[in-house]
């Protein structure tokens, strides 16, 4: 499956952005897929996650009650509404595809990855 993140952009804190990620091919229906994301110097964070029906969800606790992850499966798109962002949330988003049947936040287990969309919060 192929991978294609957009919607990244420069906001003040306190403000919200929409991240969507478009897929083609492969059999985006049948997996679970996740946002991460990433920042110079640290090592790739996982953000929130979404099962192939969009019935379980998943997030971290830095961004809970913050940000929201949803998919359209007749769209072949997963969302991230990103609401109250902080400078800390400033960083490279990336969507991806797990293996088959893993539903987490371990990067090793997503075996399909997008461009990254940059995010930057400004204080």
């Known amino acids: 499956v192929q991978l294609q993140a957009f919607g990244g952009g420069v906001v003040t804190a306190g403000g919200s952005l929409r991240l969507s990620c478009a897929a083609s091919g492969g059999t985006f229906r049948s997996s679970n897929m996740g946002w991460f994301r990433h920042t110079p110097g640290k090592e790739r964070e996982f953000v929130a996650g979404i099962d192939r029906n969009g019935g379980s969800t998943d997030y971290a606790d830095s961004v809970k009650g913050r940000f929201t992850i949803s998919r359209d499966n007749a769209k072949n798109t997963v969302s991230l509404q990103m609401n109250s962002l902080k400078p800390e949330d400033t960083a490279d988003y990336y969507c991806?595809?797990?293996?088959?049947?893993?539903?987490?936040?371990?990067?090793?287990?997503?075996?399909?990855w997008g461009q990254g969309t940059q995010v930057t919060v400004s204080s």
């Open positions: 991806a595809a797990s293996r088959p049947y893993y539903f987490g936040s371990s990067s090793r287990e997503y075996a399909y």
